[in-house]
């Protein structure tokens, strides 16, 4: 998907609530089976020649307990542009399940951008645009060409607090989402 984006550019938003859609059921099949894919970025979201979704290179992956319980990740892993703050930064470890929504949001806002989430740069530069929530789709020149909808999407599967968010079937329920059925 990864050079799909670079050679074509963004998808429309119908085509890419199509292959979100994929992504999300294959991220809740893997959960749903306690896998967490810890490296959820377009490069590793294939493309089949039906456009059918595989995700790929599961050499993070890790077995964990579900989202609600007190599991910790303590290895820092990933792809820097597609981790979430909590890995980012040093603290008691993170939920592995919550790093995959995070990933997914920012796979999403590359495929209706283009670009990544967050300016590429510098390691604390890019937690504190995290957490100030200085997302790339959010600022104006996306409100005419994105939809209120997937941008609030995105932010809500961007969110700096982990408890507040997206999960799984909140995902499959928003707006954006259900447009499509």
Known sequence: MGKTVKKYGPYVERDAQFLFSQIVAAIEYLHDLDIAHRDIKPENVLLNHRNEVKVADF????????????????????????????????????????????????VLHYMLTGQVPFDDGHTKRIVAQQVSGD????????????????RRLVRHMLEPDVLKRAHIEGIKRSKWMTLMA
């Open 59 to 106: 050499g993070l992956s890790v077995f964990c307990r579900d989202s609600t319980s007190n599991t910790r990740q303590l290895s820092r892993c990933g792809t820097r542009m597609f981790m979430p703050p909590e890995v980012l930064t040093p603290n008691n470890g993170y939920n592995a399940k919550f790093f995959d929504i995070w990933s997914m949001g920012g």
């Open 135 to 150: 997302i790339v789709l959010l600022r104006p020149m996306y409100k005419r060409t994105v939809s209120s909808s997937a």
